[in-house]
């Protein structure tokens, strides 16, 4: 189902799912179109939001996310959240129980999908809200419980959201151009600001340095570009980076992977 120009019809689809059946959890399946937005908007039931294609950005009110195929990000119930479509986005999800909920993070949380996890969330996906719960979808549901359960979290592709103008200015302006290189001088006098202040209030409202800060940012960027399917090597120089090794240095750091192992397919 192509969720273009239809509306807010695939959120009260998954609504249904996770709200109006008695089952542990509900897969829902959608298409959606690049840039597609779902509006701030939250659940009854804890989320696991998983694309098998596509990058999609997740913003709480608390952090912002990066989810390329391969990783899942847990949303507890009742949190609420925007999802925007990055590419064509082939999302396949999850709705938890509070039973079954129980099994997963306390919090937002990043985790990998493995191949077998991937294969059960589609199986899920395939069948009806009310499946059998004597049948193949109640061990389906068992063994994904299971893989929640065992899945290590991850640090991974999560920013804290800025609330200060000046940092937002800042963060969308090197979101368009990731291999800006500007000092922090030199955004200090973008934003209206003395280094000072930006390194103080990235401090408080990150945790991190500037520059810290602009890492994640450019790892993050270019996981998104790795995911659609561009060559490493172009994905580092469009994020700021001269060398591709270093570039892959970092990032294998940073994430836990190589960027080859974010390229689709």
Do not use: K, N
Request: hydrophobic fraction near 50%; charged fraction near 20%; include cysteine.
């Amino acid at each position: 189902m192509s969720a273009s120009g239809q509306g807010a019809a695939p959120l009260r689809l998954s609504t249904l799912a996770q709200d109006a059946v008695d089952r542990p959890l509900a897969g829902y399946a959608a298409d959606y179109g690049h840039g597609h937005a779902t509006g701030r908007h939250h659940h009854g039931r804890a989320q696991l939001l998983y694309a098998t294609q596509g990058v999609m950005r997740i913003e709480t009110e608390e952090a912002a996310f990066v989810v390329p195929p391969g990783r899942a990000l847990w949303v507890p119930a009742a949190l609420p959240h925007e999802v925007r479509m990055q590419g064509p986005v082939a999302m396949r999800t999850l709705f938890l129980r509070e039973d079954a909920a129980a099994r997963g993070p306390r919090a937002t949380t990043v985790m990998a999908v493995t191949p077998l996890l991937r294969e059960l969330i589609l199986a899920a996906c395939a069948e009806p809200p009310d499946w059998d719960e004597t049948g193949r979808a109640a061990h389906v549901a068992a063994l994904i419980l299971d893989e929640i359960a065992r899945a290590p979290p991850l640090a991974w592709l999560g920013l804290p959201v800025l609330r200060d103008a000046r940092l937002r200015r800042l963060a969308e302006a090197l979101q368009a151009d990731p291999a800006r290189d500007l000092t922090l001088e030199g955004w200090a006098m973008q934003c209206g600001a003395s280094p000072r202040t930006l390194t103080r209030l990235f401090r408080r409202e990150t945790g991190m340095s500037f520059g810290r800060w602009r890492q994640a940012l450019r790892l993050a960027e270019a996981a998104a570009l790795l995911a659609q399917g561009v060559a490493p090597a172009r994905a580092a120089a469009a994020v700021g980076y001269a060398s591709a090794p270093a570039f892959g240095a970092a990032f294998r750091a940073a994430l836990g992977v190589t960027p080859g192992q974010i390229a689709p397919g």
